[in-house]
């Protein structure tokens, strides 16, 4: 694998930058790069400029609307987006279900399902978790059972899903449901895609550390949903589920919002004075950055050398990349209120909703770390918690 980029690769990455540096608005790089809250027309809003670009999907192959890029421009462009501050693209559609319905679905779902979530005119949520089937997702319960009607053959819907971001703001959700209860628990799992407007749907909120609104419960009670709906086989849902974690936990990394966060922290610790230094001047605290950047090279590497077999599906090197993203990115939060101090304590939900400007006062800088600090304690508990993610390396690589 060559770690030069080509003459090809830079006039690309020129021709991102000179996109991103046009239709980005101002006020929606501000909210990012301040760790302000982003609310729905936010992400809608730059998913349909990138949409317009044909860039929504840089993943996808031409055959379905994606723009058909390399592994490296791939690279770049999610690297040149986290440098410049834009919103991401919601993976819940793009990055998890759309391949599932691309390599397992059928004609019909492809046709119908794939240019909304391209045009972001369906809004996806995931129903995975369930209360006691979380990192043992295959003890789920929420259960279907198939019938019959005069409008045609369906699945009737009971149960529980919790934690699911962004629920609130869904029009869709993809969801593992227990069609067999009689087989081995992986075997009696089938894939769904249901409306999140059917009759029999409730959404609750889960207000998390950060006082935010991020993540729900979502409950079924007999919901009805189309047999059409249901993705490839019954009970051959846990062989889409791998399939769909294994994109998840790729994108997990994050290593070009990671790249733009080391250089938050590093701006941080020049600010900060300890007895007239900068802190950054303190061996011990310059030594812990410095750990950090060589860890987050380290994972770049081996991103790109994942990205280099294009011709493959995520398979369990998928794990290392969601295990390391993940402590990096926990690494930077805890940093960053280490150089704050004490004015990282104190957080206001107000601030954070706020896109307007703020006057440059001492503590501004500060406002949102301690709830950024919050918010990322969940990522090494999503997309399967890094404990199973080392016992998926520790089988499959590893041969333990």
Same mark, same amino acid.
């Given at each position: 694998?060559?770690?030069?980029?080509?003459?090809?690769?830079?006039?690309?990455?020129?021709?991102?930058?000179?996109?991103?540096?046009?239709?980005?608005?101002?006020?929606?790089?501000?909210?990012?790069?301040?760790?302000?809250?982003?609310?729905?027309?936010?992400?809608?809003?730059?998913?349909?400029?990138?949409?317009?670009?044909?860039?929504?999907?840089?993943?996808?192959?031409?055959?379905?609307?994606?723009?058909?890029?390399?592994?490296?421009?791939?690279?770049?462009?999610?690297?040149?987006?986290?440098?410049?501050?834009?919103?991401?693209?919601?993976?819940?559609?793009?990055?998890?279900?759309?391949?599932?319905?691309?390599?397992?679905?059928?004609?019909?779902?492809?046709?119908?399902?794939?240019?909304?979530?391209?045009?972001?005119?369906?809004?996806?949520?995931?129903?995975?978790?369930?209360?006691?089937?979380?990192?043992?997702?295959?003890?789920? +319960?929420?259960?279907? =059972?198939?019938?019959?009607?005069?409008?045609?053959?369906?699945?009737?819907?009971?149960?529980?899903?919790?934690?699911?971001?962004?629920?609130?703001?869904?029009?869709?959700?993809?969801?593992?449901?227990?069609?067999?209860?009689?087989?081995? +628990?992986?075997?009696?799992?089938?894939?769904?895609?249901?409306?999140?407007?059917?009759?029999? &749907?409730?959404?609750?909120?889960?207000?998390?550390?950060?006082?935010?609104?991020?993540?729900?419960?979502?409950?079924?009670?007999?919901?009805?949903?189309?047999?059409?709906?249901? =993705?490839?086989?019954?009970?051959?849902?846990?062989?889409?589920?791998?399939?769909?974690?294994?994109?998840?936990?790729?994108? &997990?990394?994050? =290593?070009?919002?990671?790249?733009?966060?080391?250089?938050?922290?590093?701006?941080?610790?020049?600010?900060?004075?300890?007895?007239?230094?900068?802190?950054?001047?303190?061996?011990?605290?310059?030594?812990? =950055?410095?750990?950090?950047?060589?860890?987050?090279?380290?994972?770049?590497?081996?991103?790109?050398?994942?990205?280099?077999?294009?011709?493959?599906?995520?398979?369990?090197?998928?794990?290392?990349?969601?295990?390391?993203?993940?402590?990096?990115?926990?690494?930077?939060?805890?940093?960053?209120?280490?150089?704050?101090?004490?004015?990282?304590?104190?957080?206001?939900?107000?601030?954070?909703?706020?896109?307007?400007?703020?006057?440059?006062?001492?503590?501004?800088?500060?406002?949102?770390?301690?709830?950024?600090?919050?918010?990322?304690?969940?990522?090494? &508990?999503?997309?399967?918690?890094?404990?199973?993610?080392?016992?998926?390396?520790?089988?499959?690589?590893?041969?333990?």
């Amino acid at each position: 694998m060559d770690l030069n980029y080509t003459d090809d690769d830079l006039a690309f990455r020129d021709r991102v930058r000179a996109f991103l540096e046009a239709e980005l608005p101002a006020a929606l790089r501000h909210k990012v790069l301040s760790h302000l809250r982003l609310d729905k027309d936010d992400y809608v809003r730059w998913h349909r400029t990138l949409a317009r670009q044909g860039w929504a999907a840089p993943g996808w192959p031409a055959q379905y609307g994606g723009p058909g890029w390399t592994p490296v421009q791939r690279h770049i462009f999610e690297e040149e987006c986290a440098r410049a501050g834009t919103p991401p693209v919601l993976p819940f559609g793009v990055n998890m279900v759309a391949p599932v319905i691309m390599a397992f679905g059928s004609q019909a779902q492809k046709d119908h399902y794939l240019p909304r979530i391209l045009s972001c005119e369906d809004w996806w949520c995931q129903g995975y978790s369930e209360p006691g089937a979380g990192s043992d997702l295959a003890s789920l +319960k929420t259960v279907a =059972v198939r019938g019959h009607d005069a409008e045609g053959q369906h699945y009737i819907v009971n149960g529980q899903k919790t934690w699911t971001t962004l629920a609130q703001h869904a029009d869709m959700i993809f969801c593992l449901v227990r069609t067999d209860t009689g087989v081995r +628990k992986q075997e009696g799992i089938s894939f769904l895609l249901i409306d999140m407007h059917a009759p029999g &749907i409730t959404v609750r909120p889960i207000v998390i550390l950060d006082e935010d609104h991020e993540v729900n419960e979502v409950f079924f009670d007999n919901v009805r949903v189309p047999v059409a709906n249901l =993705v490839g086989q019954e009970n051959k849902g846990w062989t889409y589920a791998k399939y769909l974690l294994g994109h998840e936990r790729t994108g &997990i990394a994050a =290593v070009g919002r990671s790249k733009r966060e080391l250089g938050r922290l590093k701006a941080l610790a020049w600010r900060e004075c300890k007895d007239g230094r900068a802190l950054i001047e303190d061996p011990l605290f310059a030594a812990k =950055v410095a750990d950090l950047d060589i860890e987050l090279m380290a994972l770049e590497m081996t991103v790109l050398r994942v990205l280099a077999r294009a011709d493959a599906a995520p398979g369990p090197e998928a794990s290392v990349l969601k295990v390391r993203g993940t402590e990096i990115q926990q690494r930077l939060t805890e940093l960053m209120v280490e150089a704050a101090g004490p004015l990282a304590l104190p957080f206001d939900p107000a601030y954070l909703a706020s896109a307007a400007p703020h006057s440059v006062i001492d503590d501004d800088f500060a406002a949102p770390l301690l709830s950024h600090y919050f918010n990322y304690r969940k990522t090494s &508990i999503y997309g399967g918690s890094n404990e199973i993610q080392r016992n998926i390396i520790a089988q499959m690589i590893l041969g333990l």
